[in-house]
């Protein structure tokens, strides 16, 4: 049981375990957020908050009602009612369900790889979970990408303005819709997963290290003067290389 519970103090197995606590974590608060500005609350910023399952949360009520204004809506989860008003008008989105699913999926195979019995499988499984959380993640980016696409294409025609053209509002960054300006970015969760994807990064690049965690302070300070070295064994080699041409040629 002893030696089960130190080879989890490795740097490989340990940081699988780190990123599966920040996953799960981030089910507790906001994934994403975006700030508005509007001639109808100067001075002030509206702050939308939005998590990994339906539910909004900040000045969504205000922001709702200046959305009915532009025929934007919010969108439909479908099999669930959130803490939201929905319209008729709002797009279908079920597979926001979906979202504590597959992070908490994502956790379990970080405990899964953690507790691989040898090193060729825990190598494998390493290679395996960034791949695949890398993957599952920019599949996830690129489908909320559309639907936001979808709703800013799907506009209530009859909104009390009219002559708004259609528009994409971007999952990161800024974006103007009427005389509405936004920014979206990054909440708490949001954060944690980018930090969560980097362990498992960090984990794959150490799969042939049986280093513990105790010992990464250690190892990062010895990573600057490794990478000298091997310049300098890159420059040498190089110098060497140009010398044997040269003595070829004489």
Do not use: C
Request: charged share 20%.
């Amino acid at each position: 049981m002893s030696s089960s519970l130190t080879r989890l103090t490795e740097i490989r197995r340990a940081l699988p375990l780190a990123a599966a606590a920040l996953l799960v974590g981030a089910l507790l608060v906001p994934m994403w957020k975006i700030t508005l500005t509007a001639p109808q609350y100067p001075g002030q910023e509206l702050l939308i908050e939005l998590y990994a399952y339906p539910r909004l949360g900040g000045d969504f009520a205000e922001v709702q009602g200046l959305n009915k204004y532009a025929g934007f809506h919010y969108p439909d989860p479908v099999f669930v009612d959130p803490n939201y008003a929905v319209s008729e008008a709002a797009i279908d989105v079920p597979e926001w369900l979906l979202g504590p699913v597959v992070f908490a999926g994502l956790a379990l195979t970080g405990a899964f790889v953690a507790f691989a019995p040898t090193a060729r499988k825990l190598k494998a499984g390493l290679t395996a979970q960034l791949v695949g959380t890398i993957t599952v993640f920019v599949g996830m980016f690129a489908f909320i990408q559309y639907r936001l696409h979808q709703a800013g294409h799907s506009l209530d025609p009859d909104a009390p303005l009219r002559g708004i053209e259609s528009f994409t509002p971007p999952l990161l960054g800024p974006y103007e819709v009427a005389n509405i300006s936004g920014f979206a970015w990054f909440g708490p969760g949001g954060y944690m997963t980018v930090v969560a994807v980097l362990l498992l990064a960090t984990a794959y690049l150490a799969r042939d290290l049986e280093a513990t965690v105790d010992e990464l302070p250690r190892l990062a300070r010895a990573l600057p003067g490794e990478i000298r070295e091997r310049v300098a064994g890159d420059d040498g080699a190089d110098g060497d290389r140009d010398l044997g041409g040269d003595d070829h040629v004489g």
